[in-house]
């Protein structure tokens, strides 16, 4: 198994209480200690402008952006984002900002992309909210002007929802169709949600990657669908590597966890967050297949591991200002999944 770990950005009010001059600083460090440790393959952000469950004053940095000072100032570790939103950034446009980055980055970006959903913050920034339709096919266009893009150097495409007409992208991107083992995408794409008639169809169209239900019954069902649309496009199902994103919640005994729950809870309500709305993101954060001692997280992305789940992208609440969790992760679990 393959692990990604979310950088705190803010998205999750996970930088409430830290000054914003120390923001980078803290973010940095995270990135780097990553970066030094080959048990993390990639990190992660969020793209999105306003925080969840509910938006507030409180910071959220950009997601580009920061793929771009990451870039820089890393030297390994992989960069991507869970997800960018397709109708935030007009698509051609947004290849090039992709390729600008991996050549910065040395060939190391990904491109994770979905449809969107985050109601409050699209029309918070004046794009509406189209209904799921229109959402899903502007994704369409757009993953077709990236692989242009990418793979020719330049893209010509007359969508419902983008249009252009010989967009240059110079320089292409380091990863390219004439690298060893490298994406038919050039940069590799992750195609996230779990949508059954449209978005997966995509996946097995477009996709080198797939993120969406970590759950095990959600991941076997969504992946036999996923399954389904490759068969009817002639894809080769094995050739996507299917992911998802996992709360890790670890502790060394059941007690242990239990406080970093507790922690989170009075996190949350620090930081302003509804009483009713912090108790329903901790009961469900109590019920994720990455919550628990390291035996039992072992056990549960053991079963995923073993109906194709490959990939685990972790988030740790707690990150910014304590790292233990992540510590006893990579001690405990990675090294008995790694294989």
Same mark, same amino acid.
């Given at each position: 198994?393959?692990?990604?770990?979310? $950088?705190?950005?803010?998205?999750?009010?996970?930088?409430?209480?830290?000054?914003?001059?120390?923001?980078?600083?803290?973010?940095?460090?995270?990135?780097?200690?990553?970066?030094?440790?080959?048990?993390? %393959? &990639?990190?992660?952000?969020?793209?999105?402008?306003?925080?969840?469950? /509910?938006?507030?004053?409180?910071?959220?940095?950009?997601?580009?952006?920061?793929?771009? !000072?990451?870039?820089?100032?890393?030297?390994?570790?992989?960069?991507?984002?869970?997800?960018?939103?397709?109708?935030?950034?007009?698509?051609?446009?947004?290849?090039?900002?992709?390729?600008? $980055?991996?050549?910065? &980055?040395?060939?190391?970006v990904e491109m994770g992309i979905g449809a969107?959903?985050?109601?409050?913050?699209?029309?918070?920034?004046?794009?509406?909210?189209?209904?799921?339709?229109?959402?899903?096919?502007?994704?369409?266009?757009?993953?077709?002007?990236?692989?242009?893009?990418?793979?020719?150097? &330049?893209?010509?495409?007359? =969508?419902?929802?983008?249009? #252009?007409?010989?967009?240059?992208?110079?320089?292409?991107?380091?990863? =390219?169709?004439?690298?060893? =083992?490298?994406?038919?995408n050039g940069i590799p794409m992750w195609v996230?949600?779990?949508?059954?008639? #449209?978005?997966?169809? $995509?996946?097995?169209?477009?996709?080198?990657?797939?993120?969406?239900?970590?759950?095990?019954?959600?991941?076997?069902?969504?992946?036999?669908?996923? %399954?389904?649309?490759?068969?009817?496009? =002639?894809?080769?199902?094995?050739?996507? /590597?299917? &992911?998802?994103?996992?709360? @890790?919640?670890?502790?060394?005994?059941?007690?242990? /966890?239990?406080?970093?729950?507790?922690?989170?809870?009075?996190?949350?309500?620090?930081?302003?967050?509804?009483?009713? @709305? @912090?108790?329903?993101?901790?009961?469900?954060?109590?019920?994720?297949?990455? @919550?628990?001692?390291?035996?039992?997280?072992?056990?549960?992305?053991? !079963?995923?591991?073993?109906?194709?789940?490959?990939?685990?992208?972790?988030?740790?609440?707690?990150?910014?200002?304590?790292?233990?969790?992540?510590?006893?992760?990579?001690?405990?679990? /990675?090294?008995?999944?790694?294989?």
């Amino acid at each position: 198994m393959r692990f990604g770990l979310f $950088i705190p950005q803010g998205w999750r009010h996970d930088l409430v209480g830290i000054d914003p001059s120390q923001h980078w600083g803290t973010m940095l460090g995270l990135a780097t200690r990553a970066d030094e440790n080959p048990d993390w %393959e &990639s990190i992660w952000v969020y793209d999105h402008f306003h925080t969840v469950p /509910v938006p507030s004053q409180e910071a959220t940095h950009e997601a580009w952006s920061l793929m771009a !000072a990451y870039g820089a100032a890393t030297s390994r570790v992989r960069l991507g984002q869970m997800c960018t939103c397709m109708a935030y950034r007009n698509p051609a446009y947004l290849a090039k900002v992709a390729a600008t $980055i991996d050549v910065v &980055s040395g060939g190391r970006v990904e491109m994770g992309i979905g449809a969107g959903w985050y109601e409050h913050e699209w029309r918070a920034y004046g794009y509406g909210f189209p209904k799921a339709g229109d959402r899903l096919g502007a994704l369409r266009d757009g993953v077709e002007i990236f692989r242009q893009m990418w793979t020719q150097g &330049s893209a010509t495409h007359a =969508g419902k929802y983008y249009t #252009v007409d010989g967009a240059i992208c110079s320089p292409r991107p380091l990863q =390219g169709t004439s690298s060893p =083992g490298s994406s038919d995408n050039g940069i590799p794409m992750w195609v996230a949600g779990g949508g059954e008639k #449209v978005t997966l169809k $995509i996946a097995a169209e477009y996709g080198d990657y797939t993120n969406f239900d970590g759950s095990l019954e959600g991941f076997v069902h969504k992946s036999e669908v996923l %399954e389904g649309h490759c068969r009817d496009l =002639g894809r080769d199902f094995g050739s996507i /590597v299917r &992911s998802a994103n996992y709360n @890790v919640v670890i502790g060394e005994t059941e007690k242990d /966890v239990q406080d970093r729950i507790d922690w989170t809870r009075d996190h949350y309500l620090k930081a302003g967050i509804p009483q009713d @709305v @912090v108790d329903g993101q901790v009961e469900g954060l109590r019920t994720g297949p990455a @919550v628990g001692t390291p035996e039992q997280i072992v056990e549960s992305l053991t !079963a995923l591991q073993d109906k194709g789940m490959t990939y685990a992208i972790t988030y740790f609440t707690e990150a910014a200002y304590d790292t233990s969790g992540i510590e006893l992760f990579e001690r405990t679990v /990675v090294p008995e999944l790694r294989g």
